[in-house]
């Protein structure tokens, strides 16, 4: 069973275009997160939502707009793609609890976007 | 200043060698929490381990071992007798409070392990 699905895992589009990537856990996390992984392979936090509300915008262009229907999702929409937003993004999600900080995060595989 | 050093960008050697990743934090929290996640060329983030402030001792899981030392911000990581599936970039991560009940965890750059056959 996996925990957190990312979809697609390769996505190829034209600069320009609007593109979303879906994101879904069933662990009954009350914490998502989206990162961005550049192509030096550094990880850098975009978003964090907590029961479907936005906690943790860092400095991203507003053309990324995080969508959160329900506990278990949370997309990234993406409009006006440019070259630089070429990178591998990943969804996360967190448990809740006295003790979730104490424990990991978990990780999709990853979503490679690729602008041409 | 970064929050998370890992100074190391590349480290190479040889397979059965040991090799220690190096990794500093910086935090004013007084509870934090550290991991590591081991990211192989496939792509996927694994997690190793994780440590909180309060608890100093020493982990060892087979060839894989922690030393966290709070009196130099440090949580090094070795591996002994490096195989070759350990080839791999490594994260250390800091975790800390970031208001609304909610975390955040904050990444080193990463060190890019090879080990050579």
């Known amino acids: 069973d996996t925990a957190v699905s990312q979809t697609p895992k390769y996505l190829v589009t034209q600069m320009g275009n609007d593109k979303s990537i879906k994101c879904e856990q069933n662990l009954g996390h009350d914490t998502m997160y989206w990162y961005k992984q550049d192509s030096k392979k550094f990880l850098k936090i975009m978003f964090s939502?907590?029961?479907?509300?936005?906690?943790i915008n860092e400095t991203v262009p507003n053309r990324f707009s995080p969508k959160s229907p329900d506990k278990a999702h949370l997309n990234l929409h993406i409009n006006s793609l440019e070259l630089g937003d070429s990178a591998v993004y990943f969804c996360a999600s967190l448990g809740g609890g006295v003790k979730v900080c104490n424990q990991p995060q978990h990780f999709g595989d990853g979503t490679r976007l690729s602008i041409l | 200043a970064q929050k998370v050093t890992q100074a190391q960008t590349e480290i190479s050697v040889v397979e059965k060698e040991d090799v220690t990743l190096d990794c500093v934090y910086e935090t004013r929290d007084t509870t934090y929490y550290l991991f590591w996640y081991k990211q192989p060329p496939s792509g996927e983030l694994v997690f190793l381990i994780r440590?909180?402030?309060?608890?100093?001792q020493n982990e060892i899981s087979g060839r894989y071992s922690w030393n966290f030392q709070k009196s130099t911000s440090s949580f090094n990581f070795t591996i002994t007798a490096s195989q070759v599936v350990d080839s791999a970039v490594y994260f250390c991560?800091?975790?800390?409070?970031?208001?609304?009940?909610?975390?955040?965890?904050?990444f080193g750059k990463g060190t890019k392990l090879s080990v050579i056959p």
């Open positions: 939502y907590n029961n479907k509300e936005l906690i």
């Open positions: 991560a800091l975790r800390e409070y970031s208001g609304a009940g909610s975390y955040q965890l904050t």
């Open positions: 440590r909180n402030s309060f608890d100093e």
